[in-house]
Structure formats: structure tokens, C-alpha cells
């Protein structure tokens, strides 16, 4: 399985260096070599635990080039394999696609190495460098503000994590110059300033992710990036921070999260009704799906504050339904806009009578991001109100109400463009075609299987929330 999760590495990178080298590259073309590294995992699946991979890369400081798969980091590899090519697929026509393509598939190579790596520098550098991939896209294919957002999401990611170089370089020298997490485990809670450096990973996980109140930069970012710009900050970029927070926070620093949770539980409970809150008073609906996005992401963290093993079971199966569903509605959205001319909404409405795949495609997503039972947002939610209960009742009880909140701002969006009286007809909406229908199903498929039958993900998330429980109580 070494040689396998090689070839799943290196598949990204070799494809990101054919697409930068070769200008005219077919878009199926690129789509299917996305689609290798889902192929790979599929064909070992079962057998991925424990894959690793290990050589010396700079041996006068020790870092190894150490990736290994656990139960935690292949939920994560799975949700990128499936969002690449949702990505790619989402893209229209692009001027210099090649480069476009190759930034994709260097961000996919980035993204399998920092979700595998336990090696602390070769985490960070995969963490550093996965920022380069999103501002250009940002930057080249954004609206018309795109140099404005790719700027202040640069600023704002580095702003997070200018210090993390030095926290790490702390913990080497702590643990006898060694970078290993397996080592680093034993001694980060006795080093030095261990509170500081603790409160700087945070701080940098709080950004990417982000916690409120770091969330600044998402609403430019999510909104003048492209359609797959924006799944791709929307579905995989905000989980690199929760699985920062479950890798580095809960690996090195448990006793200092646990006395951290209260604040931190209650600036994620904040960022739930804030972004809930905001995404209601927007009359543009990309902007009240980036609301809601941070909103439901916030919800995650509650559930990795929450020190129970049913709340980080739902926090990390609702970090991939989270994955899943904001992909489906800027996808849904980018299409909507492709029609209208415009994000704005309020000037033309009953688009069902005109759009009615696309209008029950569009609410099929929405049922999921308000988490009607059945859907896989349901499912998730529930465990974490869940843990939350058993030790903090009030505060699950208050929780609760932001899915009254989330069906307020959702359905009225739907009512706005879709069932209010009908507008003029005009020949610019056309319903979307069998192609479009093709794109978002294995995004509808996952959003029921796992609402019907979630038994197959959570066995797979059990091992990880296991593991975490286990550091947390040693």
C-alpha cells in the first residue's frame, strides 16, 4: 500500500507539471486525471490504514518526509478527491485553463500531503504553500474586486500564521530537535511558553477555518472568486483548519484545549448566529451562501470544543457534510448567476416556472444545508447538539434555534428567485442540461446516502474520534 499511496501523492504534482507545460489540454483531459487519486482511494479501500511513506528529506535538522494514513486524515483525502474534480467540472470557459488546471492539481498534491503529514515542518510547509494555488486563482479569475480579495486573504492567512515558523522551531528545540508528531506529543505540553505557542497554532487554525471573529476576509474571497475558486475556499480550504485543530490541537496541546474550550466554544456558538444573522439580511445570494458557509463551519467547531466523543464523531462527519453541501450551492448558484447575469436577487423571481430542474436540484441542496432529517447535514448536526447537551443543556438549547435561523434565510431565497410571482421571461434562462444534472449528482447521491445511511462514514470517523477521546483523557 506504500507504493500506492506514492502513486497517490505524486499523481497531483506530475499532472500540475504537464498542465503548466502543455497550453492546449483538453478539459475532460484534465478532469480525469483529477479523478485519479478518488480511483487510487477507492481501490484500496479497506486497506489505507497505516499506508506511510518515510525518508530522510533534510537530515541536519532532522525533518523527515513522513506522511502516514490514519482513520482521521483519509476523511479528508476522500472529500478532496471528490471536490477537485467538482471544481474542475464547475469551471467554464477560461482564458489560460492550462494554468488554471495545473494551480488545481498542485493545490490537490498540497492538500494529500498536509492532510498525511507527521512530520511538524513538512505539515507547516504544505500548510504555507497551499495558499499560492488559491490566490492566483483568486487573482486571475476572480470578479472584478479580485485583486482586492486575493490580497486581503493573503494578508489575513499570513497575518495568522507569521508566527507558526517560530512555534514550531520552539517545539523542535523542546523535543531534542525532532519534528516528529509522535514526539513532539510527549514533550509540547511541558515546553516552554507552551500557552503561547498553543494560543499562535490556534491562531492560525482560527483564520484559515475561521472562527469568529477572524473571518474578515470570506465574504470578498468566497464572492470574487470563481465558481470553482469558491468551492474549493468554500469545501476543502476551511477544513485545513478544523483538521489543524484535530491534528496539532488535540495531539499536542489537549489539556491546554480543554481549559481553552469554554471561550472557544462560546466564540463558535458566536460565529453561528453571527453568520446566520448576516446571511439574512444579504440581497445577494453568493454572499448569503459565504454567510452561511462561515456559519455552518462555526457549528463544526462547537462539536470540536465539546469534550465528548459524540460531538467530535458529528464535528468531523459534519466537516465532510459541510464539504459536501457548500460545494452543491455555490455550484447551484454559479449557474444561477451564469443566467441571471448577477448575484443580486429581489428584481426577477419565479424562476421554477422557467428553471425547474435547477430550481428542485437547488432546493435539494438547501433541504441539506438546513439539515432536514434524511440529508446528511441532519445527521452530523444531531450528534454534536447531542454531546453538547450532555454537558452544556442551556447552551444546546440556545444552539438549536440557529436551524430555525438557517431555514429562515435559506427558504427565503428560495421564495425570492424561485416561487414568488413570475418575472418576464427573458432567453438567457435556459434550465440546466443533462451535463449540468451529471456534475452535481455524486454530490446529491452523497447528500442522501449519508443522510439514509450514515453507519459506513461514522464506522470510519469512530477509529479517529477513539483516538482523540484516548490523548484527551491520558
Known amino acids: 500500500m506504500s507504493i500506492l499511496f506514492l502513486i497517490l501523492f505524486l499523481v497531483p504534482f506530475a499532472a500540475s507539471a504537464a498542465a503548466f507545460m502543455f497550453r492546449h489540454i483538453p478539459k475532460w483531459y484534465a478532469v480525469v486525471l483529477s479523478c485519479v487519486p478518488l480511483a487510487i482511494l477507492i481501490a484500496g479501500q479497506g486497506r489505507w490504514i497505516g499506508s506511510n511513506i518515510q525518508y530522510a528529506w533534510f537530515p541536519a535538522m532532522s525533518i523527515q518526509f513522513h506522511l502516514n494514513i490514519d482513520a482521521l486524515s483519509l476523511v479528508f483525502l476522500y472529500l478532496t478527491a471528490v471536490i477537485i474534480p467538482i471544481s474542475l467540472l464547475a469551471a467554464g470557459s477560461l482564458a489560460y485553463a492550462h494554468i488554471f488546471y495545473g494551480l488545481v492539481f498542485l493545490l490537490q498534491g498540497l492538500l494529500i500531503g498536509f492532510f498525511t503529514a507527521r512530520d511538524l515542518a513538512v505539515f507547516t510547509i504544505f500548510w504555507e504553500a497551499m495558499l499560492i494555488p488559491l490566490y492566483f486563482i483568486i487573482n486571475l479569475w476572480g470578479g472584478p474586486q479580485r485583486q482586492m480579495a486575493s490580497l486581503k486573504f493573503l494578508i489575513y ?225 444531531l450528534l454534536i447538539l447531542f454531546g453538547l447537551f450532555v454537558n452544556y443543556p442551556w447552551a444546546a438549547a440556545f444552539l438549536a434555534l440557529t436551524v430555525i435561523l438557517s431555514v429562515i434565510y435559506m427558504l427565503r431565497w428560495m421564495q425570492k428567485v424561485y416561487f414568488d410571482e413570475p418575472s418576464l421571461f427573458q432567453d438567457s434562462w435556459m434550465d440546466i442540461t443533462v451535463k449540468e444534472l451529471a456534475i452535481a449528482a455524486p454530490l446529491a447521491f452523497l447528500i442522501l446516502w449519508i443522510g439514509i445511511y450514515p453507519a459506513p462514514v461514522l464506522n470510519q470517523i469512530k477509529p479517529a474520534s477513539q483516538k482523540i477521546i484516548a490523548e484527551e483523557t491520558t
Open 157 to 381: 492567512m499570513i497575518a495568522g500564521s507569521v508566527l507558526m515558523v517560530a512555534a514550531v522551531l520552539a517545539l523542535y528545540f523542546a523535543a531534542g530537535k525532532s519534528f516528529n508528531l509522535d514526539t513532539l506529543a510527549g514533550v509540547s505540553a511541558g515546553a516552554p511558553y507552551a500557552v503561547w505557542l498553543f494560543g499562535i497554532f490556534m491562531l492560525a487554525f482560527a483564520v484559515k477555518t475561521p472562527l469568529f471573529p477572524f473571518h474578515a476576509w470570506l465574504p470578498d474571497a468566497y464572492c470574487q472568486a470563481p465558481v470553482a475558486g469558491t468551492i474549493l475556499l468554500s469545501a476543502i480550504l476551511s477544513k485545513a483548519g478544523i483538521y489543524g485543530i484535530l491534528r496539532i490541537g488535540m495531539e499536542l496541546f489537549p489539556t491546554l484545549l480543554q481549559e481553552w474550550s469554554p471561550l472557544l466554544l462560546g466564540l463558535s456558538i458566536a460565529g453561528v448566529f453571527y453568520g446566520g444573522f448576516a446571511a439574512w439580511m444579504q440581497r445577494d445570494f453568493k454572499r448569503l451562501i459565504a454567510y452561511s458557509s462561515f456559519s455552518h463551519v462555526n457549528f463544526v467547531m462547537v462539536g470540536l470544543f465539546v469534550w465528548s466523543q459524540t460531538a467530535h464523531s458529528g464535528a468531523i462527519l459534519q466537516a465532510l457534510n459541510h464539504g459536501i453541501t457548500i460545494a452543491a450551492l455555490f455550484l447551484v448558484a454559479g449557474w444561477l448567476e451564469e443566467r441571471l447575469g448577477t448575484t443580486s436577487f429581489g428584481h426577477v423571481s419565479g424562476l421554477a416556472k422557467f428553471l425547474p430542474q435547477l430550481c428542485w436540484l437547488t432546493l435539494l441542496f438547501v433541504l441539506s444545508s438546513v439539515a432536514l432529517p434524511g440529508t446528511n447535514s441532519f445527521v452530523g448536526e
